[in-house]
């Protein structure tokens, strides 16, 4: 598996398959950051969203719909999607960092954990869920 550097980023495909994009570990940023490169398009999010993604998984126990949105649609409740930007979340808010590109956590975030061996992900074209898988 990649070390999830800028010279060895982790290679990701989306839940359903339709696209695949890069992400690696920013920790020189301030603050730390996750790069999100799906093309020509850069998104970036706090990299304690790995951490505290899993654990909000975690408590939830089950299947969570990862409901992704763009930053200016409305996500939809009880998705990875919406907790991503809930003022109740660890950050107070949105994890993405770029504006304009805050959105799309639900789409992103969830297919790193399951690289990472913390969540299981469903592959259909539509409607994914995703749920933690415990740390050793």
Sequence with gaps: MAEGTKSDPWSLVTAPGSSEYTMYRDLDADPPA???QVGSTTLKYLAQAVEDLHTWLLE????????AADENKPAPEGTVEAWGRDPSNPVAGWYGLRKGYRGRFGMYL???LEALGLAELTHEKRNNQ???IPKD
């Design 60 to 67: 939830q126990g089950d299947w969570v719909p990862l409901g």
């Design 34 to 36: 996750l790069v999100c």
């Design 110 to 112: 969830p297919p790193l």
């Design 130 to 132: 995703v749920r933690a």
